[in-house]
């Protein structure tokens, strides 16, 4: 069975918001993920793009970074 994820292999923290700019968690809840129970993660997961949003940060996977 596999666990839903928002990670999209791009891990690197934001040294000013402690973000990850791949997936918006914070270092503990990736360490955690794999303990959290499903409700927990998707708790996590719907403030993922508010909370990226509110540090000014855009994810490095997104659509709005990619230039044609």
Do not use: H, Y
Not at 23 to 41: K, Q, S, V, Y
Request: positive net charge; glycine residues 10%; proline residues 6%.
């Amino acid at each position: 069975m596999s666990i839903e994820t928002p990670c999209i292999a791009v891990c690197m923290i934001d040294p000013k918001t402690n973000l990850c700019l791949g997936c918006g968690r914070t270092l503990p809840e990736i360490a955690r993920w794999g303990r959290m129970d499903g409700a927990e993660r998707q708790a996590v997961m719907a403030g993922l793009a508010t909370r990226m949003a509110d540090a000014g940060l855009v994810p490095l996977g997104s659509a709005s970074q990619k230039t044609t």
